[in-house]
């Protein structure tokens, strides 16, 4: 799978509301109410991301979680990590 250009993934983050491009990966920073709200959704995006073998790089302190998106054997991003996003993105609106 190969990576897409930074000018293509800047274009492609257009549909993506608060997700960022830089060092490689797109990144997005998300906060909720409390430490189980936040908790519940990487449950919910572990298992999604598990069907997809395809699994994010992430952090997570009280209720706020830092998630990075990028495909570690292509070395860049790929349209893996944008149809994980977009799940993301599903799954927390």
Request: charged content about 25%; cysteine-free; proline content about 2%.
């Amino acid at each position: 799978m190969k990576p897409f250009s930074e000018v293509e993934i800047i274009e492609l983050l257009k549909d993506f509301e608060g997700w960022s491009y830089n060092e490689d990966a797109i990144h997005t920073s998300l906060e909720f109410d409390d430490f189980k709200d936040t908790f519940s959704v990487m449950t919910r995006i572990a298992f999604e991301a598990e069907k997809l073998n395809h699994h994010p790089d992430w952090t997570n302190i009280y209720n706020t979680l830092q998630i990075s998106l990028s495909t570690h054997d292509a070395g860049g991003v790929t349209n893996k990590d944008f149809e994980l996003a977009k799940i993301i993105d599903a799954l927390v609106s």
